[in-house]
């Protein structure tokens, strides 16, 4: 004997439904989507790369250039940055690649969302698919990404140390931070595309005020915006972390990391929220 499954419509809000409901609910979504999250992943993957004479090359350009740049810039004094522990080559390309690591998974989730647009106003599939693709794009890229922290490692000889793995996991928590932020714009950026035009100059500001490629200041009032930026504790302890076995600054780390979690659990639940009005608002 089999029973049919039957889905009632009701117009009670979400908000107010209950909060094991609610978990309930993603959570069947989020098994729901696995597959389809894997074909838009290795779909997107492939179609960033395809038209690309030097394919996947160009993932590893950016990190090495912007270092370059600034390890050209300290060598001959046209800047002018302090001392680092560890030899600045090492300091500045790590800094640039976890920086770029931020940095996609912030783009991927709006890039993921604006590209399945056509399947959207189709198709009716869990949107956690489109949240797990834009986690899956990440975590490939930061797997790209670690080739070059690997050479590093090998060109200037740094010893293995326990915290590599926990760096390991630092970067994890700098690509759910970007994911929060990336879902947190999706709203806006689908309806208007002033944001994708300004993202990139907010971005490049904010790599300059992120101690990427120059040591955390001390100084007031750069030191205030090195403590109130999200992405300096994660970053900076990463980079300490995996070179040198050190985190030295665990509160700041640890409370910036519990507030990626909830913020990205908050932008979830905003983006299932949003979602069906977005698509409602393009099908128009």
Request: aromatic share 12%.
């Amino acid at each position: 004997m089999t029973t049919d499954h039957e889905t009632v419509y009701t117009p009670e809000s979400r908000v107010s439904r209950s909060l094991t409901a609610a978990k309930k609910e993603m959570w069947r979504d989020v098994k729901a989507s696995w597959d389809l999250a894997r074909q838009l992943t290795l779909r997107d993957i492939n179609g960033q790369y395809r038209q690309s004479l030097l394919g996947i090359f160009w993932a590893f350009v950016p990190p090495i250039v912007t270092a370059v740049i600034f390890i050209f810039l300290n060598n001959y004094k046209i800047i002018n940055i302090t001392e680092t522990e560890i030899p600045y080559p090492v300091f500045a390309i790590f800094g640039t690649t976890l920086w770029q690591v931020f940095l996609h998974s912030l783009t991927t989730p709006l890039r993921v969302v604006e590209a399945a647009k056509p399947i959207l106003t189709k198709i009716n599939f869990p949107k956690e698919a489109l949240v797990l693709s834009s986690l899956g794009q990440s975590l490939f890229n930061l797997g790209i990404k670690l080739i070059i922290l690997i050479i590093v490692f090998f060109i200037f000889k740094i010893p293995l140390t326990w915290g590599v793995p926990c760096s390991l996991l630092a970067m994890g928590i700098l690509i759910l931070l970007g994911l929060g932020i990336g879902l947190f714009l999706i709203p806006i950026g689908l309806l208007y595309t002033d944001v994708s035009h300004g993202l990139s100059i907010i971005t490049t500001l904010w790599f300059f005020v992120t101690p990427a490629v120059y040591p955390p200041p001390t100084s007031f009032p750069f030191s205030l915006i090195a403590t109130i930026n999200p992405v300096s504790p994660i970053l900076v302890g990463a980079r300490d972390l995996a070179v040198q076995g050190v985190l030295h600054n665990p509160i700041s780390f640890c409370v910036v990391t519990i507030l990626a979690m909830l913020f990205l659990m908050v932008t979830w639940i905003m983006f299932r929220l949003s979602m069906p009005i977005l698509i409602e608002r393009m099908s128009a």
